[in-house]
């Protein structure tokens, strides 16, 4: 009772009390039970016991045979997946270029420019500070200044840029411009993974227009995240501010903004962390995480996996999990709660979609909505509730509306091909150039 309480009045803020309400239930039937036994006689006692050890034992009993006939668990199976899908992109690679895939890991890479460029690194993107709310520590919006930074790989070969001043994927003269045409927030689609330049949508827009472009796009970023950006960095010299929504995860992930102490801050309007004049105090902080993620990187990938199957295996026995997911399979119980939207997350999403629009008036700029959408859209039998509510929500917040699933995915025959070799990931180069074109013909001048 006091773990389902935990979960559902703590963890998800009363918002998800439906689906805890059979565990309420359940807590509820099992204290009473125990308090009526009490006024039972020794032998009813003991058949009691003696049926309630069976019946635990030979559920657990059931979870090792389920385990042993099918030992993979579903993130496991998601695993084996992705590698399936990873062994068809290489070979569809070599198919197509006649060049191998290049399989070295970022670690192998880094190592390997590090030995001619002491300025390499890796990508070190704000939502690994999400969890994390460190005393005395300010939250990062951008990767190390001034960088080669390496990025990821999709399509065959490593997307490596050369960061900012601030640590943003741009040419840092674009600081210099006396007028901003654009200025995009979003994540990793809007970061450029994982094209080089000039392929990302910023530097498409870039030579299009024939203008100045900031792209502050950092992968994994949310929302508010978003919003502290635009916060931090947006100056009067900025005309138009494309706030581009990856329909694949924003709600997941303002769901776990929404619990760092320092973004929470950002919903007042007179809170900065005046980042752009402490930016080396900034890179110190960068520099010091990512030899952190090196470091851990440095552990063989056989011994991380061995170690997090190991964990996950035991997490899944002791919680019967594959025996819950039988029952479910036949009696439709003990379904997740919808982890992308809630009551709570869209009324914050309101809120701060509300905030930007305001602090862009004030600046006397534009704003533009620009809905992106994700491949399992045209993979499968899709819901579009949330497609349907977001639009919804940033028409009556009056915000042009820049829809990329009907401009662009829509009007292909096989929208697939825009992804990397059709199979799951980021845009592949056409599919950012397509992307990149809609946005400029809805916001030239």
């Avoid at 450029?192 to 100045?212: E, F, H, Q, W, Y």
């Avoid at 995915?409 to 096989?414: D, G, I």
Wanted: aromatic share 14%; with cysteine; net charge positive.
């Amino acid at each position: 009772m006091i773990y389902t309480f935990y979960k559902s009045e703590i963890v998800w803020d009363g918002y998800n009390r439906n689906y805890y309400k059979t565990y309420y239930l359940i807590s509820s039937i099992l204290i009473c039970f125990s308090i009526i036994t009490f006024f039972f006689n020794e032998k009813i006692k003991e058949y009691l016991i003696i049926s309630g050890i069976s019946l635990v034992l030979s559920l657990y009993l059931f979870e090792g045979y389920l385990f042993f006939k099918e030992p993979l668990s579903k993130e496991q199976h998601s695993k084996e997946q992705h590698s399936k899908e990873q062994h068809s992109k290489e070979l569809l690679y070599e198919k197509k270029t006649g060049k191998k895939w290049d399989k070295r890991t970022k670690l192998d890479i880094y190592k390997e420019l590090k030995k001619n460029d002491n300025k390499i690194t890796i990508t070190y993107t704000p939502v690994n500070l999400v969890n994390k709310n460190y005393a005395n520590v300010p939250f990062l919006l951008s990767g190390l200044s001034n960088s080669e930074t390496i990025h990821c790989n999709e399509n065959g070969y490593y997307s490596i840029y050369q960061s900012d001043r601030y640590g943003f994927n741009n040419p840092d003269e674009e600081w210099d411009k006396k007028q901003i045409e654009y200025l995009l927030v979003g994540d990793s689609f809007t970061h450029g993974a994982c094209v080089t330049r000039p392929n990302d949508i910023g530097s498409i827009l870039r030579n299009l227009s024939n203008k100045s472009v900031l792209n502050l796009g950092m992968g994994g970023n949310g929302p508010l995240i978003e919003y502290a950006t635009l916060r931090e960095y947006l100056d009067i010299n900025v005309k138009k501010v494309l706030w581009i929504y990856y329909e694949g995860n924003d709600f997941d992930n303002l769901n776990y903004e929404l619990k760092n102490e320092i973004l929470l801050k950002y919903l007042n309007k007179n809170f900065t962390q005046n980042i752009k004049l402490n930016q080396y105090k900034f890179d110190i902080l960068v520099k010091k995480l990512i030899n952190e993620e090196i470091k851990k990187a440095k552990i063989s990938n056989e011994e991380r996996k061995k170690l997090k199957i190991s964990k996950e295996n035991i997490i899944f026995f002791l919680k019967l999990n594959k025996t819950r997911s039988l029952l479910n399979n036949y009696l439709h119980i003990d379904q997740q709660p919808d982890s992308k939207t809630n009551k709570f997350s869209i009324n914050e999403f309101i809120k701060i979609l509300n905030l930007t629009k305001n602090l862009i008036n004030q600046n006397n700029s534009e704003l533009y909505f620009v809905y992106l959408s994700e491949y399992s859209h045209y993979k499968m039998n899709y819901d579009n509730t949330d497609y349907i509510l977001v639009k919804n929500i940033v028409k009556e917040l009056k915000i042009p509306f820049i829809d990329i699933h009907k401009e662009v995915f829509e009007k292909e025959q096989n929208p697939l091909k825009l992804f990397p070799f059709e199979l799951p990931g980021h845009y592949n180069i056409d599919g950012y150039k397509k992307v990149a074109e809609t946005i400029y013909k809805f916001t030239k001048d």
